[in-house]
């Protein structure tokens, strides 16, 4: 495989600083891709009515995962959200992650929790965990996420937070969790959540044709955020609505290295990392957003 050159490529005084989840610009950054939502496999059991995955493609063997992260590296990008579909289901989902840290990028699970994690083996992986806890309420749960079992979501989350990894809790607010949101929020402090992303349904994938039965007027989630935000003083937590997945920041890219933006309900494809034009040419689009909201001058 081709030497990756990080450091050579993000340029002098450019890093991602972990503990932030935010990336340094050193003077003189050019344009370039920072951050990207990476499929390793876009397969998931979840079975949850507002998944946003429209089409299951096949799965790509580590080999070409390599080869695509080290193209975006090469490329300059700093911050990989490693997602899917369920990301744990790749047994070499660590070592993927791993070859990132160890060239210099940030990385983060984006997962359901749907199976046992090694605690100690995440952290080693990857920089943040965010985890979907839609509802404490294990009813409501199952309804939420018919495939997530919910008692193994518990457990990882209390071993996460018990082994020091940095966990974030992502709430996506539907019909169904929308009394116990509040609750949610609580227990999840109760238990060492120190950061808490509050989302919005987007009618995307699965949520085309689940839309009515799911969606909650604006005004009532515009209030049910703000009051929930305003527990963050009481509970001494991070409280945030998650913004960032926007068509100005967004990247996907998928397994074989064909990658994606647009508007959250809308994805176009632009091509492929391996072709550097392309690949620059969204970067030139993107790079002020994505600047603004995962970086620090």
């Not at 429209?54 to 090469?74: C, G, I, K, M």
């Not at 009481?234 to 996907?252: M, P, S």
Request: with cysteine.
């Amino acid at each position: 495989m081709e030497s990756v050159d990080y450091l050579e490529t993000v340029g002098s005084g450019s890093a991602y600083v972990a503990n932030r989840d935010r990336v340094v610009l050193g003077g003189g950054s050019r344009p370039r891709v920072l951050s990207v939502c990476f499929e390793p496999t876009n397969k998931c059991p979840g079975k949850c009515p507002y998944c946003l995955i429209e089409d299951h493609d096949q799965d790509w063997p580590t080999e070409v995962l390599r080869s695509v992260l080290a193209a975006l590296l090469r490329h300059g990008t700093m911050r990989f959200g490693f997602g899917g579909g369920e990301p744990l289901l790749r047994p070499d989902l660590n070592e993927l992650a791993s070859y990132v840290r160890r060239h210099g990028g940030g990385t983060l699970l984006r997962t359901s929790g749907m199976f046992p994690m090694v605690a100690a083996e995440t952290r080693e992986a990857f920089d943040w965990v965010d985890l979907s806890f839609d509802t404490v309420d294990p009813d409501v749960f199952r309804k939420c996420r018919p495939g997530v079992p919910y008692e193994v979501l518990v457990e990882n989350l209390g071993n996460l937070v018990r082994s020091a990894c940095r966990v974030r809790v992502s709430v996506l607010i539907t019909s169904r969790n929308l009394p116990s949101v509040e609750r949610t929020v609580r227990y999840l402090a109760d238990v060492g959540v120190r950061h808490v992303r509050l989302q919005r349904l987007v009618r995307r994938g699965q949520a085309k044709t689940t839309w009515r039965s799911l969606v909650v007027e604006p005004q009532v989630v515009d209030e049910v955020m703000a009051e929930t935000i305003g527990l963050s003083g009481e509970l001494g937590i991070d409280i945030r609505e998650l913004r960032t997945v926007a068509n100005t920041t967004l990247c996907i890219v998928k397994g074989d290295g064909r990658f994606y933006s647009g508007e959250p309900d809308g994805i176009t494809r632009r091509g492929s990392v391996f072709n550097v034009a392309e690949l620059q040419g969204v970067a030139e689009r993107l790079f002020e957003a994505q600047a603004d909201a995962y970086a620090d001058a």
